[in-house]
Each structure stands twice: as structure tokens, then as C-alpha cells.
Nanobody, 126 residues
Framework: QVQLVQSGGGLVQPGGSLRLACAAS????????IGWFRQVPGKEREGVSC????????YYSDSVKGRFTISRDNANNTMYLQMNDLKPEDTAVYYC???????????????????WGQGTQVTVSS
């Protein structure tokens, strides 16, 4: 059974940094595309970043490009989202996700992902 357990998040001042982690079990993350999404109340969940299996390619939304970095630690079966220079508009619940079929390119589309973390709140405020 595949499980994704998130950690990190919290309250940070504008310009600060946070790192989100997503520990996977029941699956080898290196073989699968993974993604990070975020959602604010009343809006659809949006793709923030993703990385394809074996790190073949990455995607970042225009709003986070140059500030966020997606990565994975295959030894610990964990993926990360490093968030720097955070802005109030980055405030949202963040979710990690994993595509069930292996050896795929990643997508920013929520419907491509089969497994989801529980979500973690990120609040950027002074």
C-alpha cells in the first residue's frame, strides 16, 4: 500500500524559507513522477512543481520559478520542496503527489496523480 506522509510547513515571514518533505512507503520514488501542488480556499488545486521519473525533467509554475526547488532523496524514499524568498501569495495548503504508473514524465495536472499526501499549511505573513 502506497502512503505519502508530509512534514514541514508552518508560519514564515515574507522573504523567508521553508522546506517541505514527503516520505513515501510502499513504492520506490525514483521510478515515479512526483509533484507538489497547492490550494487556497475557493480555488482549484494548482501544480507548483513536478519532477519526472529518474529526474529526466522538471516543471515549475511561473509564480515559483527561481524560488522553489523540487528534489528527491532516493536513499530515504523522500521528496522535498525547498521554498525560498516566500511571498504572502504563496500561502496555501501544500500537497505532495505521486503518479502510480512508473517511468513517466511528470505533469502539472492533478488528474495524473494517484497518491496524495495529507497536506500541510504554509502561511507567509509578517
Amino acid at each position: 500500500q502506497v502512503q505519502l506522509v508530509q512534514s514541514g510547513g508552518g508560519l514564515v515571514q515574507p522573504g523567508g524559507s521553508l522546506r517541505l518533505a514527503c516520505a513515501a512507503s510502499g513504492v520506490t520514488v525514483d521510478y515515479h513522477a512526483i509533484g507538489w501542488f497547492r490550494q487556497v480556499p475557493g480555488k482549484e488545486r494548482e501544480g507548483v512543481s513536478c519532477i519526472s521519473s529518474s529526474d529526466v525533467s522538471t516543471y515549475y509554475s511561473d509564480s515559483v520559478k527561481g524560488r522553489f526547488t523540487i528534489s528527491r532523496d532516493n536513499a530515504n524514499n523522500t521528496m522535498y520542496l525547498q521554498m525560498n524568498d516566500l511571498k504572502p501569495e504563496d500561502t496555501a495548503v501544500y500537497y505532495c503527489a505521486l503518479e502510480g504508473s512508473p517511468y513517466r514524465l511528470c505533469s502539472k495536472n492533478v488528474y495524473e496523480y494517484d497518491y496524495w499526501g495529507q497536506g500541510t499549511q504554509v502561511t507567509v505573513s509578517s
